[in-house]
C-alpha cells in the first residue's frame, strides 16, 4: 500500500496488547540542532545533530474492569515500560514495521472527564533510551 | 462483538420495563401506541484500533396516542422524565451493558416533542438519543 488508513495499529505495554482501547498514537523523536554556525559560513547559520529523544502520545479508552487497561496502566506508574508499536499490523516486516523502545510512565489519568463523557487517559510520556526501528 | 439486532433487542428489553409501554426493536407498520420504536440513526466505526469499539447512536421513538390532546402530552411527558417509573432514559439506563452485548450506553437527550403522521394518523411522539458503545 502507498498510503495507509491506520485502522489495526497494534501498542503493547511490556508485550500486552492494549491496542482495542487505543484511540491515537504518536511517537515523536527529535535531535537538538547544534549550532557550528562560523565565520565563512556565508552569513547563513549552520547546525548539526546532537543528541536524540522522544517522546509517545497516546490517547486511550478507559476501561476499569479486572486487570484492564486501568490497572495496566496504574501499575506502571512511575516505572519504566518497554513500548512497541506496530503502525501497519502484525507480523512485522520490510513493509510493516515496529518501533520499540522504553518511556517513564510518569504520568498516568485514572479519571478525566464530565458527566456523559467517554472515559479516556490521554498521556504522553517520555523515551528513554533508544527507539529502535525493526523489520523481523 | 454484539450485532446491531443484539443492540436494538436490548434496548427494547430495557424499555419493556415501562408499565404499559409496547417495545418494537425494529420499524413496525402500523405501530400501536403507547409504544417505543428503536431505530438506528448513526454508525461510527474505528473508535479505537483493531476494532476495539465502535459508537452506535439509536433514536427510541416513544409514540403515544392523540385522542384527548392534554391527556396524551401528559404521558408523553412522564416519558421524558428524568425520574420515575415511565422514564425513559432510566429505564434504558437500568442495563447499561444491553443484556451484556454493549460496553456502555446512555440517553443523551430527548428532542422532537410533538406530532407525527404514521399511515395517515396523527400521534404525539418524542424521540431519545441513546449513544451505545461497543465492540
Keep these: ?136 | 462483538m454484539a450485532s446491531i439486532t443484539e443492540l436494538r433487542e436490548g434496548i427494547a428489553a430495557n424499555l419493556a420495563t415501562i408499565p404499559g409501554l409496547r417495545t418494537a426493536a425494529t420499524i413496525p407498520d402500523n405501530p400501536n401506541p403507547p409504544i417505543a420504536i428503536v431505530q438506528l440513526n448513526r454508525v461510527q466505526y474505528h473508535q479505537d484500533f483493531k476494532r476495539g469499539m465502535t459508537e452506535y447512536n439509536f433514536a427510541v421513538q416513544v409514540v403515544v396516542g392523540r385522542v384527548d390532546e392534554r391527556s396524551a402530552q401528559q404521558r408523553l411527558d412522564l416519558y421524558c422524565s428524568s425520574t420515575g417509573e415511565y422514564a425513559v432514559g432510566l429505564a434504558i439506563e437500568s442495563d447499561r451493558t444491553l443484556g451484556g452485548k454493549a460496553f456502555d450506553c446512555i440517553v443523551t437527550e430527548m428532542t422532537n416533542y410533538g406530532s407525527v403522521l404514521i399511515s395517515d394518523v396523527t400521534y404525539l411522539a418524542a424521540e431519545f438519543n441513546v449513544r451505545v458503545l461497543a465492540s
Design chain 1, 1 to 136: 500500500m502507498a498510503k495507509q488508513i491506520l485502522t489495526d495499529v497494534v501498542v503493547q505495554l511490556n508485550g500486552t496488547s492494549i491496542s482495542q482501547n487505543v484511540n491515537s498514537v504518536e511517537l515523536t523523536t527529535t535531535a537538538d540542532a547544534i549550532e557550528t554556525t562560523a565565520f565563512g559560513s556565508a552569513g547563513w547559520r549552520t547546525y548539526q545533530g546532537g543528541l536524540k529523544s522522544g517522546s509517545v502520545t497516546l490517547a486511550l479508552h478507559n476501561d476499569y474492569a479486572s486487570t484492564a487497561l486501568d490497572s495496566i496502566l496504574y501499575n506502571l506508574f512511575n516505572s519504566i515500560a518497554t513500548v512497541t508499536i506496530f503502525p501497519a499490523g502484525t507480523p512485522v516486516g520490510t513493509s510493516t514495521p515496529k518501533y520499540e523502545f522504553t518511556a517513564l510512565v510518569d504520568n498516568v489519568a485514572p479519571v478525566s472527564g464530565a458527566v456523559g463523557d467517554l472515559a479516556v487517559q490521554n498521556l504522553t510520556w517520555t523515551i528513554t533510551g533508544a527507539v529502535n526501528r525493526g523489520t523481523i
